[in-house]
């Protein structure tokens, strides 16, 4: 497939990072709020991390009258779908598929409004926070998925523009892969995103935390346990793969073997955190929380999940008990404001 024209909708971390490893292979608009453009479009977007330090420029712009994209990429956070959507529609944007690089089980409602046929499912696998505008940090780097669902794997047009995208992501040293079956890969990543969210913002931790506590290691476990129990009642099949930390793997009803990833895990977030001194992620919902933004993405995530769970009958009291900390920490920041 030849250049693509692509529309990025929202310059957080982990759009503006895609933006950025799809160019110059692709032509690339990021759309982003005004106070930011100037930023973006004279000084470029400053990558560091784990990935090392470079400056890439990049088309920014904060209005789109009428312009049309081969493809168009959500990457707001969830509670903020329905806004762009909305902004785009005023502005007369139009393109030919669309996809979402957010959180959860993001694709439900765009399949819903586009038709299944009209959205490349999409999981672009990185770690990555925002320093300050035109500035993002990489804390860490997975493998990316992009794709067709089982019941629409003959889709031709969606192949091609998956295998352009791998393509792009693989030629800057990224791991990204086309895949048939992106329905079990968008729950892989849901359950993860469940768990790490429920974990880190209800606690408070970043990512070294979460792994060097035992008791917060111990609270994961039983996390992943309650989800594992829901995704295998969803249909899900559980089996390794680079989306699932191996934890998901394991008997989570032996003690002994709870204790020996306790042990682990500590282990190798000492060698990673302590010893390497690297920056520890962290959560996307944990930086909202902490600056003080009255809303996160837990009902999407959190309270999507236990409605999976009810549907399935599955009982998941800690899940629960964690999206009422969070959502107790949400309101404490909306008294404040």
């Known amino acids: 497939m030849n250049k693509l024209r692509i529309g990025v909708f929202g310059a957080g971390a982990l759009g503006s990072l895609l933006c950025a490893y799809l160019q110059p292979d692709h032509d690339v608009t990021l759309y982003t709020r005004r106070k930011y453009v100037s930023t973006l479009t ?19 712009v904060a209005k789109l009258n009428k312009e049309h994209f081969d493809l168009g990429v959500i990457s707001v956070k969830l509670y903020d779908t329905t806004t762009i959507l ?22 439900d409602y765009l399949e819903e409004r586009f038709g299944l046929e009209n959205v490349l499912e999409c999981i672009f696998n990185m770690g990555c926070e925002t320093i300050s505008p035109g500035h993002i ?18 889709n031709k047009k969606k192949i091609m523009i998956a295998q352009a995208l791998s393509r792009s992501l693989r030629s800057k040293g990224l791991r990204a892969e086309v895949s048939e079956h992106m329905e079990i890969l968008t729950w892989y990543k849901f359950m993860t995103a469940v768990t790490s969210m429920g974990i880190s913002s209800s606690l408070g931790f970043d990512g070294a935390q979460n792994y060097l506590n035992p008791y917060a290691l111990r609270l994961r476990m039983s996390v992943v346990k309650e ?21 998901y793997l394991w008997n989570l009803d032996d003690e002994k073997e709870i204790n020996e990833i306790i042990e682990s ?22 930086q909202d929380l902490r600056k003080g933004k009255p809303v996160t993405e837990a009902d999407y995530i959190l309270g999507s999940f236990i409605k999976k769970a009810e549907e399935s009958r599955v009982p998941v009291p ?8 969070i959502k107790a920490k949400e309101y404490d920041n909306l008294i404040k404001e």
């Open 227 to 247: 989800v594992k129990e829901v995704a295998k009642n969803q249909g899900i099949p559980i089996t390794e793969h680079p989306l699932l930390h191996r934890q």
């Open 265 to 286: 895990e500590i282990k190798k977030a000492e060698e990673k955190y302590l010893k390497k001194k690297a920056k520890p992620p962290v959560h996307s919902s944990l």
């Open 137 to 154: 940090y990489v804390t860490g780097v997975g493998v990316s998925y992009f794709g067709t669902q089982t019941k629409d794997k003959s």
């Open 42 to 60: 004279h000084e470029g977007l400053k990558i560091s991390g784990v990935l090392g330090e470079k400056t890439i420029k990049t088309r920014a």
């Open 86 to 107: 909305k902004y785009l529609d005023e502005q007369e944007v139009t393109f030919d598929m669309i996809a979402s690089i957010q959180n959860g089980l993001k694709d």
């Open 318 to 325: 800690i899940i629960k008990t964690l999206y009422t900390i």
